[in-house]
């Protein structure tokens, strides 16, 4: 992580500008990667698994004379599941509200095959956009510098970009630029947030994703997409006692089950282990997290469990 964002105005008249730019793009192009770097802290779960994102996370970035709501959304994908639908149509929503596109592409996606089907879907997700959006080519640190302009030359040919910024979100290149950029396109407006408030995701919300990135991380296969994190009691005492947090890990399958509690409860153990220290970093305070599986049959396509998850309607 860098340093916070700040910005100096040189001309004391330039308007404060602010409003929302809609972070879009396809499944593990860096969307959250990005999100993290651009407040200086973990709100969003990232992983090198795509579909890790299913909610829309909003942050707040602030500076002397512009506010920047970013809205990380779930990655762009040819949906199957009604809980796939449900994630792309959170993703497509968001462009309703934004002042600015902010399109995500990994730049080491690059081959012929994968710009061709790139170009076709394109449009597709762009077609009802009427405010500008900006094309960040990111993961700029895996690719060559000679391989990296024709590839921007590729993007401005395909739409009219009112910029193409090429970034890498886990170094951190580029993204000063690109925060120069995206402000220039908002509108002169308020301050909508404290600028002491990074997001409005809860605690519980993020507790709960960082219990499902270390599902992600530690399993495989189809795993990951059938596991969701469910926060039953997250009880924080007066005193310095510790936060106690009771969450259930939701799988499809008994199958799954058996994978996650591992043998003699170790992958339970793990998830435990490494999903802990991070939230207690995030509260400040300890805490004690008791974890739990349960079986519950073809959740992903069950409407009121996503939408106790926040993903339907
Ligand atoms: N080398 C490199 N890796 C990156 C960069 N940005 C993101 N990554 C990696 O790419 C993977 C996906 O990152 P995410 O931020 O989860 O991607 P996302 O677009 O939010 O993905 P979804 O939530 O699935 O849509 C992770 O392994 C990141 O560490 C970058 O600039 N350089
Ligand atoms: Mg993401």
Known sequence: MTEPFSTS??????????????????????????????????????????????????????????????????????????????????????????????????????????????????????????????????????????ELLPLMEW??????????????????????????????LLPAGPRYYPDDIPTDATERFIAAEMIREKVFMLTRAEVPYSTAVMIEAFQEPDDNRPVVIHAVILVEQPSQKGIIIGKKGSMLAEIRRKAAPEIAEMLGRRVSLRLWVKVKKKWTRNESILRELGLSR
């Open 155 to 184: 993007y401005r040919d395909l739409y009219p970009f009112a910029s193409v910024v090429p970034v890498s979100a886990l170094q951190g290149d580029g993204t000063d630029m690109l925060v120069t950029e995206l402000v220039s």
């Open 9 to 146: 105005d040189s001309n004391p008249a330039a308007p404060h500008r602010s409003g929302v730019v809609a972070m879009i793009g396809p499944p593990n192009a860096g969307k959250s990667t990005l999100l993290n770097h651009f407040l200086g802290q973990k709100i969003a779960i990232v992983t090198p698994k795509p579909q890790t994102t299913r909610n829309r996370i909003l942050g707040v970035l602030t500076g002397e004379a512009c506010q920047i709501i970013l809205l990380d959304t779930p990655g762009l994908h040819k949906p199957r599941e009604l809980m796939n639908r449900e994630m792309v149509r959170v993703a497509l929503d968001t462009l309703a509200e934004a002042d600015v596109v902010l399109f995500l592409a990994d730049a080491t996606r690059n081959n012929p095959d994968r710009l061709a089907k790139i170009g076709r879907e394109f449009g597709e997700y762009l077609r009802e956009v009427r405010v500008p959006v900006v094309l960040a080519l990111n993961k700029i640190d895996l690719v060559a510098r000679e």
